[in-house]
């Protein structure tokens, strides 16, 4: 996969995220894929599961990004998404992705953004009390998990 390809593959992914199209996000990972981000570790359909729940809970959503990086087979993209968590608390969440292709396909992503900020946004007074606590990040990713369906971070 050369750098263009890179970019066009991170460009499909992050437009379809845009749309929130979550089945043509889910497609372009691989089975063996893994994700990870301070909320989800999962692997292969799970990471559909996830985007698809996601994009498709979330009320006044949008996001943009920007391609920070675009190498052979890897790229890091840098995105923001706003949104209502829970229909009422708006939220700005600062992420950085690093993604690697194996051929077309994510084979993996490791997404990086600041939970405390985010629970303190999302969760308003026991994610600003809370939020920096390992066993509070535990909680709020085992609520979530269940929700979509999928394997919360151990």
């Known amino acids: 996969m050369t750098s263009e390809e ?21 497609a372009m990972y691989s089975a063996d894929a893994t994700f990870e981000d301070p909320v989800f570790r999962l692997k292969g359909a799970e990471i559909g599961r996830m ?10 959503f949008s996001v943009a ?3 920070a990086q675009a190498a052979s087979g890897r790229g890091t993209v840098e ?8 229909g ?19 084979s993996r992503q490791v997404d ?8 303190a946004q999302a969760l308003g007074t026991p994610g600003r009390l809370f939020g920096r606590f390992g066993w509070f990040q535990r ?16």
Do not use: C, H
């Not at 985007?51 to 006044?60: E, F, M, N, S």
């Open 112 to 119: 990086r953004f600041d939970f405390p900020r985010w629970a």
């Open 6 to 26: 890179t970019r066009s593959a991170l460009t499909r992914f992050y437009d379809a995220f845009a749309r929130r199209d979550g089945p043509a996000m889910a």
């Open 88 to 106: 009422d608390r708006p939220v700005v969440n600062v992420i950085v992705s690093e993604i690697e292709f194996d051929g077309e396909q994510i």
């Open 139 to 154: 909680a709020v990713s085992r609520r979530v998990a269940r929700r979509l369906g999928v394997t919360p971070k151990s």
């Open 51 to 60: 985007w698809t729940g996601l994009v498709g809970r979330a009320r006044d």
């Open 65 to 67: 990004y920007t391609i």
């Open 79 to 86: 995105w923001t998404a706003r949104y209502l968590f829970t």
